[in-house]
Antibody, heavy 123, light 107 residues
Framework: QITLKESGPTLVKPTQTLTLTCTFS??????????VGWIRQPPGKALEWLAL???????RYSPSLKSRLTITKDTSKNQVVLTMTNMDPVDTATYYC???????????????WGQGTLVTVSS | DIQMTQSPSAMSASVGDRVTITCRAS??????LAWFQQKPGKAPERLIY???SLQSGVPSRFSGSGSGTEFTLTISSLQPEDFATYYC?????????FGGGTKVEIK
């Protein structure tokens, strides 16, 4: 069974750096084709893709947030970490991590997802 | 960036209705599109991948079609558990982009 779970602070102050951890089980981030992505959703709004890291350490970022984001992996701990600098109230959102993998001939994008973690940015 | 325009943004429908949701891409994305369902307070769940392939375990009343720039999610007979918000995702190129969502409400 594949599971992912996000963890991190629920409240951060403006200008602070947010660090979120995605801890997963049921797959390995050292397997060819595997990636873990981060997606966020402000309250009542749509989903927004943030970043993705692949098994080979290739990293992709949303251009609009690239200067503020860093994604890393710790394969031995089955964790992916996302950091976002200079947090602002508009960054208040539920942050999700999700699996990207290849099963046979099919590339599986974002299934499953973690339960999400709500991060509020406020002084 | 590829923009995904989803329509309608919201709709009211009755149990048993046929529901169609559309996503239009600002440029061709082949069939690199997925559909997700999200219920309040829950994470999204994938329904359709590769534009028209049904995720394992998803009821057959859900179907997807399209290629290139226009894609459709159809629910053939809406059930009470289908009232939710639906999103499309293009993964043809980075940055990955989601549609704005379609909220399906009870009429």
């Amino acid at each position: 069974q594949i599971t992912l779970k996000e963890s991190g602070p629920t409240l951060v102050k403006p200008t602070q750096t947010l660090t979120l951890t995605c801890t997963f089980s049921g797959f390995s981030l050292s397997t060819s084709g595997v990636g873990v992505g981060w997606i966020r959703q402000p309250p009542g709004k749509a989903l927004e893709w943030l970043a993705l890291i692949y098994w080979n350490d290739d990293k992709r970022y949303s251009p609009s947030l690239k200067s503020r984001l860093t994604i890393t992996k710790d394969t031995s701990k089955n964790q992916v970490v996302l950091t976002m600098t200079n947090m602002d109230p508009v960054d208040t959102a539920t942050y999700y991590c999700a699996l990207r993998a290849i099963f046979g001939a099919v590339t599986n994008w974002f299934d499953p997802w973690g339960q999400g973690t709500l991060v509020t940015v406020s002084s | 960036d590829i923009q995904m325009t989803q329509s309608p943004s919201a709709m009211s429908a009755s149990v048993g209705d046929r529901v169609t949701i559309t996503c239009r891409a600002s440029q061709g994305i082949n069939n690199y599109l997925a559909w997700f369902q999200q219920k309040p307070g829950k994470a999204p769940e994938r329904l359709i991948y590769a534009a028209s392939s049904l995720q394992s375990g998803v009821p057959s009343r859900f179907s997807g079609s399209g290629s290139g720039t226009e894609f459709t999610l159809t629910i053939s007979s809406l059930q009470p558990e289908d009232f939710a918000t639906y999103y499309c995702l293009q993964h043809n190129s980075y940055p990955l982009t989601f549609g704005g969502g379609t909220k399906v409400e009870i009429k």
